[in-house]
């Protein structure tokens, strides 16, 4: 931010750009085949899904209050009503 002389929005804004166009990236690579065994790229592809959902919105890492919490409560304690 200092070395472009950008608010924040504006440098989170790119960095989003960045994380989609190396979402995109993940999506095409995942889709050729490869010698790797499927198990080991989808330990990869989750791990960086976790990363994603943690970070989207902030350091939900850190404070998890704040971020990540209510994902994760409703995710895996809240009833599902049917």
Avoid: C
């Avoid at 929005?9 to 889709?31: P, R």
């Avoid at 790229?41 to 990363?51: G, S």
Wanted: hydrophobic fraction near 40%; avoid cysteine.
């Amino acid at each position: 931010m200092e070395e472009y002389g950008v608010i924040a929005q504006e440098a989170y804004d790119v960095f989003n750009k960045h994380v989609e166009s190396a979402w995109k990236d993940v999506n095409k690579g995942f889709l050729k085949p490869t010698e790797m065994p499927t198990e080991v790229l989808n330990r990869v592809l989750n791990l960086a899904r976790v990363i994603n959902v943690l970070y989207k919105e902030g350091d939900g890492y850190t404070y998890v209050e704040k971020v990540a919490k209510g994902g994760i409560s409703s995710l895996l304690i809240e009833l599902i009503t049917l």
